[in-house]
């Protein structure tokens, strides 16, 4: 129902229940189509309950057959349901077995990739590289460096008798 016609909400209830409507309702009713298909669908709904109704105050019970068919029922949904959990379980134990598969082979192929001789000679060779410059820390200028005196500091190293006899 649009918002506008939430004031007839509950004269379509009592319309569709007691079949008594207002002139204002009826006059609404011309004018709106959501409400005339609503009140038209809520009377077909109660024709309904009302049959059913008459069936249960009657006291109808179902066919004689009617507890046979359903178990017979019951038992092929079980069965068909069976077949289709096997085709699932089957079809994913193959999956599994597929990535299995290419995951062993990828492992495979990268295990078997060897390195030739040369390029493997040239690695080795690398890794123990050292820069030029490292030759020069290792020399004699390292200790000379080393001892140099700093900014400030004197390059004859006399020692100074402090306060002994003057």
């Known amino acids: 129902m649009k918002f506008t016609c939430e004031k007839w ?18 006059e609404h009713l011309r004018i709106c189509t959501t409400c005339s298909r609503e009140l038209d669908a809520a009377r077909a709904r109660k024709a309904q309950l009302d049959e059913l109704l008459q069936l249960v105050a009657r006291g109808a019970e179902p066919p004689a057959d009617f507890q046979a068919r ?25 999956s ?3 990535v299995a598969l290419m995951i062993g082979a990828t492992m ?13 000679a040239a690695v080795q060779k690398l890794t123990e590289w050292r820069a030029p410059s490292d030759a020069l820390l290792v020399t004699p200028g390292r200790e000379i460096l080393r001892t140099m005196p700093r900014l400030g500091e004197s390059y004859l190293n006399v020692p100074v008798k402090k306060n002994e006899e003057e």
């Open 70 to 94: 359903v178990l017979a029922a019951a038992a092929a949904a079980s069965g068909a349901s069976r077949a289709r959990r096997w085709r699932v379980w089957t079809l994913a134990g193959a």
């Open 96 to 98: 599994a077995a597929i």
């Open 9 to 26: 909400k509950e004269q379509l209830l009592g319309a569709a229940l007691t079949g008594a409507t207002t002139k204002d309702f009826e």
């Open 108 to 120: 495979y192929r990268r295990a078997a990739h060897t390195i030739p001789e040369d390029e493997l």
